[in-house]
Each structure stands twice: as structure tokens, then as C-alpha cells.
């Protein structure tokens, strides 16, 4: 990157792309800023952003053209029609998609003369710029070498290959482990509504108890890419044994099973293929079955 600070257009501006402009406009970065709906430019441009009329202005004004809006289908909608303006610009594309998605808008860019970086954002937008945040990429690698220092204005700035569909597998799998901890996280909240114990009672001990068992997602990654899968913390067998106990007492305060009885159908099946004595490690093998 040259010493000069380069012309960043930040486009989407709901809750993400506000908080990504807001701290390349605290880093001192010129920006210039644009919003389906207008109204929401206003505090970025009272915080010294320029405001483009339209998205070909926007696409005109910056070099570094950073995407975050809802979806894909809506990032392919705005690029398209100024297609032929792209040329020598870069693309960042933070938007949540596939990795399909991913290298299709890759296709795209490299056919009309730009580079795309696509990126999936592991943090909320009050996490922007903070310790905590960072954001995965993939894509062109000089490109993302040529705005790593912009990129790191906005939290960690993680290059995982020149497969632009990268970054979202990354994104995926974090988001999974996410989504598994935040649906039993519910669970346990609607276990103890059913049975009028306040959600705060429950909320600190699982906290703490979900901070112990993470210790355990090394030892498990180790597990796997070894395929020693032996354990001596906790079998499938006894995971068997005890998951009917959880269901049914979820079943008899009313709390639905559904999210579980798969969990339960697949230890059943480890179990009957003979790896009741290996440990949770074991699964990843049954939930690839093409591999
Ligand atoms: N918020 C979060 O915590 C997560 C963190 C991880 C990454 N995600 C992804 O970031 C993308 C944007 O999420 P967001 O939270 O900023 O979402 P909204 O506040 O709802 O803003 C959406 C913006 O997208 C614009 N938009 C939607 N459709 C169109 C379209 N067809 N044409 C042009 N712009 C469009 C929308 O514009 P408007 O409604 O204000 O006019 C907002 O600017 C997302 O992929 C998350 O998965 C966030």
C-alpha cells in the first residue's frame, strides 16, 4: 500500500457497513459512502464521509470498493449494470454467501478488469475495529496484500487462499459451531421457562459450562485428524445410554425434540456401526458420507 491512505467506497450501509465506514473514517481514510435507502448515509457523512448520488458514483469514487449488504443476489444486482466501470478496482465483498457465490462474483470481477476479495465477518458491528473481531479472506492475493493495512483498521484480517470461496467455508464453520451452541443455548432456557426457573439463573452456569467443554474442541480436532478416536472422557456408548433421559425430559415440560432426535439417530448409528466406544470425534465421519 502506498503511504497515501486509499479512496475506500463503502456500499450497504445497514448495521455492518456503518460500523465498517465509521472506523475507516476514525483511521482517517477518505470514504465516500452509499445507501440503497439515503437516509442512512447521514451520520457517516456527518462524520466527514462524501456521499454518492448513486451507486456509479460510489463505484467512481473509490478504489477500494467495500460490499456489505444483505445478500449476494442484491450485490450481483448493483455490479452489474456498471459492469464496464469496474475495471482496475477492487472488490471486497463481506456480504454472507456461499462459496459458489463467492467464486461466481470472482468470475464476474476478473471478467470485467477488477480483483475480488470476498469475506466473511466474524464479528458483530459493535466488535468492528475492536480486539476481538476479524475477518476471514480469500480471493485475489495481491490484492489483499496491496489493502491488508486498510483491512486491519477493522478488526484481524485472516487470508485463507486464492479460492474466493474460502473465506465463506471458514465463516460457515464458525457459524455452525455458533448456531449449534445458540439453539441448545435456547433449549436450556425453554427447559427451565417450562419448569419457571428465571432464564439469569441458568445463564451464568452455562456460560461457564459451555467455557469448559470448548476446552475439549482441540482435543477433538487432534481426535479426527489422527482418526484415533478412542476416548476416555465420554463414549458414544454412554452418550446412547443418556440421551434419551435429555429428550424425555424435555418431552415431559412440553419442550419440543425435535432438534435433538437427529442427534439421537446418529449416535444410535455410530453405535451400531461399532464405534460406541470412540468418542464424539467419531461423527464427522458419519455426516460425510460421499467422502
Ligand atoms: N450484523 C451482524 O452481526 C452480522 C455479522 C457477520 C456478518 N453479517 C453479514 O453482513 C451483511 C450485512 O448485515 P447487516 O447486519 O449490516 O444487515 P442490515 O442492517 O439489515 O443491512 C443490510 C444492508 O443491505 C442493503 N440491501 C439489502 N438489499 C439490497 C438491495 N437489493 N439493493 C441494495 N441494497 C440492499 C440494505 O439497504 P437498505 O435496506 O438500508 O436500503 C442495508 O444497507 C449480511 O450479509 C450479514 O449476514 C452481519
Do not use: C
Request: without cysteine; aromatic residues 6%.
Amino acid at each position: 500500500m502506498s503511504a497515501a491512505k486509499p479512496a475506500v467506497s463503502v456500499l450497504g450501509l445497514g448495521m455492518m457497513g456503518s460500523a465498517l465506514a465509521a472506523a475507516l473514517l476514525k483511521a482517517g481514510y477518505p470514504i465516500t459512502v452509499w445507501n440503497r435507502t439515503a437516509a442512512k448515509t447521514g451520520p457517516l457523512v456527518a462524520q466527514g464521509a462524501a456521499p454518492a448520488a448513486d451507486v456509479a458514483e460510489a463505484v467512481e469514487a473509490g478504489e477500494l470498493l467495500v460490499l456489505t449488504l444483505t445478500a449476494n443476489d442484491a450485490v450481483r444486482e448493483l455490479l452489474e449494470p456498471l459492469a464496464d466501470r469496474l475495471r482496475g478496482r477492487t472488490i471486497a465483498n463481506l456480504t454472507n454467501g456461499t462459496p459458489a457465490q463467492a467464486r461466481e462474483l470472482a468470475a464476474f470481477a476478473a471478467e470485467h478488469g477488477a480483483r475480488y476479495l470476498d469475506g466473511g465477518i466474524m464479528a458483530s458491528p459493535q466488535m468492528i475495529a475492536g480486539p476481538h473481531a476479524y475477518i476471514y479472506y480469500s480471493g485475489d492475493q495481491e490484492a489483499f496484500g496491496e489493502y491488508e493495512d486498510t483491512f486491519r483498521v477493522l478488526g484481524g484480517a485472516r487470508y485463507v487462499g486464492e479460492d474466493a470461496g474460502r473465506a465463506a467455508v471458514h465463516d460457515f464453520a464458525l457459524l455452525i459451531g455458533m448456531y449449534g451452541q445458540g439453539i441448545g443455548t435456547m433449549h436450556a432456557f425453554a427447559l427451565a421457562k417450562a419448569v419457571g426457573i428465571p432464564a439469569k439463573e441458568i445463564a451464568e452456569p452455562l456460560r461457564d459450562w459451555l467455557n469448559a467443554m470448548a476446552l475439549y474442541i482441540m482435543e477433538e480436532a487432534e481426535a479426527l485428524d489422527s482418526g484415533e478416536h478412542l476416548t476416555d472422557v465420554s463414549s458414544l456408548a454412554v452418550n446412547q445410554a443418556a440421551l434419551p433421559n435429555l429428550l424425555n425430559t424435555l418431552a415431559g415440560e412440553g419442550v419440543t425434540t425435535e432438534f435433538f432426535q437427529p442427534l439421537e439417530r446418529l449416535i444410535d448409528r455410530a453405535v451400531e456401526e461399532g464405534y460406541g466406544a470412540d468418542g464424539l470425534s467419531r461423527l464427522p465421519d458419519l455426516l460425510t458420507p460421499r467422502r
